[in-house]
């Protein structure tokens, strides 16, 4: 059973930092790609990053150099910073987790690629809300 909590969601001004969290199982965490997506109102869920087992990142193509993912090993837990927070950035962030059949680190892994984040992530918490004003 894989579950993923997230949290540091909040409100924020713009121009404002926030970081997020996921904790996740520890066999989860070593064997799993994993990511964020995010929701807005009226909105389709998009991928926002994610990063494979040995820290290897990806990004959707929207992200500019103001989101970081990142994976703390010694708490398994999965962060993302935002910087320079927009109000176009006022959605709910939720984590996500699966597998890979080819191995990390081989070409071919959906987990470096955003337009397979969607069909691929099977695992997924419940959400944090980030709300820009």
């Known amino acids: 059973h894989v579950q993923l909590v997230e949290s540091g969601g909040g409100p924020v001004q713009a121009g404002g930092f926030l970081r997020l969290s996921c904790t996740a199982s520890?066999?989860?965490?070593?064997?799993?790609?994993m990511g964020w997506f995010r929701q807005a109102p009226g909105k389709e869920r998009e991928g926002v990053a994610a990063?494979?087992?040995?820290?290897?990142?990806s990004y959707a193509d929207f992200v500019t150099r103001r989101f970081t993912i990142s994976r703390d090993t010694a708490e398994n837990a999965l962060h993302l910073e935002m910087n320079s927070l927009k109000p176009d950035d006022t959605a709910m962030y939720y984590c996500?987790?699966?597998?890979?059949?080819?191995?990390?680190?081989?070409?071919?892994?959906?987990?470096?690629?955003?337009?397979?984040?969607?069909?691929?992530?099977?695992?997924w918490g419940q959400g944090t809300q980030v709300t820009v004003s």
């Open positions: 996500a987790a699966d597998t890979s059949n080819i191995p990390f680190g081989q070409p071919g892994s959906w987990c470096y690629d955003p337009s397979d984040w969607g069909a691929n992530f099977g695992f």
């Open positions: 520890a066999d989860t965490f070593a064997n799993y790609c």
């Open positions: 990063i494979d087992n040995a820290g290897r990142s």
